[in-house]
């Protein structure tokens, strides 16, 4: 007797998936939507396709209470990031933003560790003219969050010039051709209206659904990891011969920060060597690597859906073979390189082409003023006089880049008058931090980053003073949630947000971002966590190896011992 079997059930699609397909190329009902006056908020299909657009609705969460108690809707407004390929900008678009912050805004700069700007607290009705102005700044907000390629980060470096240069060109044309070719964005906030008729619309390397999850790419100058390019889809790591021009790139593919508390299926990832290739080969290899994505990535869950899932499913040799299938060429081997750390170097820097740059330290990249602190004010005057670049770090701090000799007095001045120079007179534990947004803004926090972060390094500086550790820089991270936006996976010391108050503490990355941190104590009250900290500090001051980094002190005492696996993140296995 024959027997039948029922054929396999294939997984839904994720409603965002069908969401992207009818959204007439991520048009949608945005233009109707924002011109609802009756609310200060947007539909949340009309959300997620708002991100493509660089937009994030939000609410200010410590309100939410009390406006509930007066019968009030949440106090509705929206985040606009900027996109800003390799961090480089000019001062008039800086003074532009800088404007647009006050008048539309919430009167402060937010710069991302991806080396992009975000505005916070744009109301409805200031979303529209503050897209526009950016656009007249020759800067967008296009692609800077969604189901796309993002801002392409690029190390800053304040040394290597003309390096510099050529890997920034490089980053641009990588973004320039990862960017969607809908005319959607130019319809919905330049032009003010849809556009029918004319040509069918296509997206040559993205489709109507464009891509599962976001994707990002960045480039780094060895020995500088300070993209942390471990972290991310795509990575390129520039490759300089010995009269030093630049050659190619070793490519990297598959690291991610995201995961989900207590979900095992979950994991950040260190993203894998793939090859090594040309110059002229690197955008085609960004192409190439997108489009495997698009075709293999899970559109059915989308916590499965970034590519280093794809990867740890296939295998590396799989993704490699369908890369190399699409480019027509096969990647060379891995060129040597040397990674020393994922930090910046603040203060004056002298550069091989004769002019010099100030990297100043801004605590977790807010830009505003302060009673005892002009900050914003002071950055104003700079660039109304600065005739270089200013360019954004992957550690949220401004380099004022490109200073010549005659202008250096002057801005030195300026750096005097509104204390600009004094910041980098802070603790190397202060300038070895970094925060994301979280509360009050982020519907994902479970806890406080950006506010408490401060206070907590505070905190610690006196741990650090009474063990003798003054001078040692031990890279701090915290988050409000677990996607890891501040990349506290890469920290020695990160703190992942769990609930109000209280933080999953991760101990053990590399002090160059080639190894991830593991899991040591979950669910720490604030208040428990520098006494936590105390006695490995204490031990690591009195036997550490010389030149021994926090880190790797951490991982050769057992402190904790990284594997590798889910459960290194999930849960307390070394105490």
């Not at 007066?70 to 800003?84: H, L, P």
């Not at 967008?140 to 240069?165: F, K, L, W, Y």
Request: glycine share 8%.
């Amino acid at each position: 007797m024959s027997t039948t079997q029922d054929p396999p059930v294939t997984p839904a699609l994720h409603k965002n998936e069908i969401l992207k397909a009818e959204s007439n190329f991520l048009r949608g009902t945005i233009l109707h939507d924002l011109a609802d006056a009756s609310t200060g908020s947007i539909p949340e299909e009309t959300n997620q396709l708002m991100k493509f657009h660089g937009v994030y609705a939000q609410d200010d969460r410590d309100l939410r209470s009390q406006r509930r108690k007066e019968g009030k809707e949440k106090a509705f407004s929206f985040m606009a990031r900027v996109r800003v390929p390799g961090g480089v900008c000019t001062p008039a678009q800086w003074l532009t933003l800088d404007g647009l912050a006050d008048t539309h805004g919430n009167g402060t700069l937010k710069i991302t560790n991806r080396q992009a700007f975000q505005f916070h607290g744009i109301i409805k009705s200031k979303l529209k003219p503050t897209i526009k102005a950016i656009n007249q700044a020759l800067l967008n907000t296009i692609a800077a969050c969604g189901d796309v390629n993002r801002n392409v980060m690029c190390n800053p470096n304040p040394e290597q010039s003309a390096v510099h240069a050529a890997v920034q060109k490089m980053a641009q044309a990588v973004s320039d051709h990862l960017l969607p070719r809908s005319r959607a964005y130019h319809e919905l906030f330049i032009a003010d209206e849809l556009v029918g008729g004319g040509e069918p619309e296509v997206e040559p390397i993205y489709g109507k659904t464009y891509l599962p999850r976001k994707f990002k790419v960045v480039f780094a100058i060895p020995p500088s990891n300070d993209v942390d390019i471990y972290a991310h889809d795509l990575g390129y790591i520039a490759v300089v011969d010995s009269a030093g021009q630049l050659v190619g790139f070793n490519v990297t593919v598959g690291g991610g920060m995201g995961m989900s508390h207590g979900q095992l299926e979950t994991y950040p990832r260190l993203a894998n060597e793939l090859g090594f290739c040309r110059v002229d080969q690197a955008v085609a290899v960004a192409e190439a690597v997108v489009t495997t994505q698009r075709d293999f990535g899970d559109r059915h869950d989308r916590k499965h859906a970034r590519l280093k899932y794809t990867i740890a499913d296939r295998g590396l040799a799989w993704f490699r073979g369908e890369v190399e299938r699409r480019l027509g060429f096969t990647f060379e081997s891995i060129r040597p390189y040397t990674f020393t750390h994922t930090g910046d170097r603040y203060g004056w820097t002298d550069a091989e082409n004769g002019t010099s740059h100030f990297t100043l330290f801004i605590e977790n990249g807010r830009v505003k003023d302060t009673a005892d602190y002009p900050m914003k004010t002071g950055l104003r005057e700079i660039a109304k006089i600065h005739q270089g670049e200013l360019r954004l770090t992957p550690n949220q701090h401004l380099m004022i880049a490109g200073v010549t000799p005659a202008a250096r007095p002057q801005i030195e001045a300026l750096l005097r008058q509104y204390r600009l120079d004094t910041a980098n007179g802070s603790s190397t534990l202060r300038l070895a931090s970094m925060a994301c947004v979280a509360l009050p803004t982020c519907s994902l926090a479970l806890a406080e980053s950006e506010r408490y972060l401060p206070a907590f390094v505070t905190e610690l500086e006196s741990v650090v003073e009474s063990v003798g550790l003054r001078n040692d820089a031990i890279v701090i991270r915290m988050t409000g949630c677990p996607n890891g936006c501040g990349r506290p996976y890469l920290a020695e010391i990160g703190m992942v947000g769990k609930a109000p108050g209280k933080y999953n503490v991760y101990l053990g990355a590399s002090f160059n971002g080639n190894r991830l941190a593991t899991l040591y104590k979950p669910s720490v009250l604030s208040a428990d966590l520098a006494p936590l900290l105390r006695p490995l500090l204490q031990d690591y001051a009195e036997h550490r190896q010389a030149g021994e980094r926090f880190g790797d002190f951490v991982v050769r005492t057992g402190v904790v011992k990284p594997t590798g696996t889910p459960q290194d993140f999930h849960e307390l296995k070394h105490v």
